[in-house]
């Protein structure tokens, strides 16, 4: 430093001279600017490269301004190495000027880093292990405590203390801390534990009533998980609610391969009967019927000898219905066989009798999954009559206007 100084004095530059400075700075602001054209040309050729070329990573690169703001901080650290040269140690100028440059650099190395770790968010993205983990949001409570330390660092730059005596003082701060970062923290908390324990990732169908969400996860934060509901609207919920309240995740259902179908038909109680001779010969006509009609006449000619209702087994005509249905499930072309297939009766009420289908689809698209649904349903109800059987319905106006009209 002292040969440099003599050797400026010996050229007439005397840095206690306001136009010996004005030269001086006047050469760091060239070399500076020279730099800065050098590094804004370099840039470019990247941008076009990554623009024209077929490199898709390259392009994540130039998108986040991380080559854009690491020259940046280059041009600032620079400036601060011709600084430290030209410029007496512990004069009130280069105490000033440096001090300005170092919060240059320290602020675009925050933003650098914060560019780094969008471009690795981005890069994950391309690899299927991304999804097990909330990387979004553990990459925000990263930027969130390395924007603490810098703005620490800035501060004890400003006031000239040392950052030790700042950071000693956040132990007193730390409830204060905890209360003004409490979304954040429990935000990334829970975070990892959605992660550690499998419970949400991006792309997944969540169902939550308490927040009106039904639909695709988009984006999981350090304090929010954004949902996409089916009608487009976006819904948020605090990333911690996830773990403190329950939550549906249809996304397993979507990876079995099948959709459940579990909806009842109501029948007219008052119209199951036993079949009739002539019921029976009639259905006994149909291909899916005919196993189950030879193995109950059997039963019946076995145990009930008496030829009575009464004193042994008999056919009814929900019997035998039920038995069609089970068979027209069994051979329908875009029903699951290897997941549970079963027609069951439930408990009747007031409405009937609830003969329930319970079954799984060989899709789980909701266009395609709703279309056979109506599909197995409409059959249902055309072809139930055949039967003997009626659907129940509650009586509307319509069924008793005649019946006042007579009265």
Known sequence: ????????????IDLNNPSSLFIVFGYIFLTALVAHFILRIILRKIEKHAEQGNRPWLKIFTQNKLFHRISLTLQ???????????????SHVGLFFNICVQLWILLFALLSFFSLLDV?????????????????????GVKLVAASIVAILMISLLIGKSPAI???????????LMLVFKDPLLGLVAGIQLSANTMLHMGDWLEMPKYGADGTVIDIGLTTVKVQNWDNTIT??????????????????????????K???????????????????????????????????????NGNAAQSVLNGESMTNIGAFRAWLTEYLHQHPKIRKDMTLMVRQLPPGAEGLPLEIYAFTNTVEWLKYEAIQA???????????????RIYQRPSGN???PQALVC
């Open 1 to 12: 430093m002292r040969h440099l100084l003599a050797f400026l004095q010996r050229y007439g």
């Open 76 to 90: 600032g650290i620079l400036v601060s190495v011709q600084l430290s040269f030209y410029l007496e140690t512990g």
């Open 120 to 140: 690795i968010l981005k890069l994950s993205h391309q690899y299927k292990f991304s999804v097990q983990l909330p990387l979004r949001g553990i990459f925000q």
């Open 166 to 176: 700042l950071f000693s003082g956040l132990g007193a701060m730390a409830a204060v």
């Open 236 to 261: 948020t919920i605090p990333t911690y609610a996830l773990v403190s309240d329950a939550f549906k995740n249809w996304s397993y259902m979507s990876a079995s391969g099948g959709r459940r179908i």
């Open 263 to 301: 909806r009842s038909v109501f029948i007219d109680s008052t119209s199951i009967h036993f079949m009739s001779a002539d019921e029976l010969q009639r259905l006994g006509q149909v291909d899916l019927l005919k196993p189950w009609i030879k193995e109950q006449s059997q039963k019946v000619a």
């Open 375 to 389: 599909d197995i349903f409409d059959h249902i109800y055309a072809v139930i009559e055949e039967f003997g059987l």
């Open 399 to 401: 069924d008793l206007r």
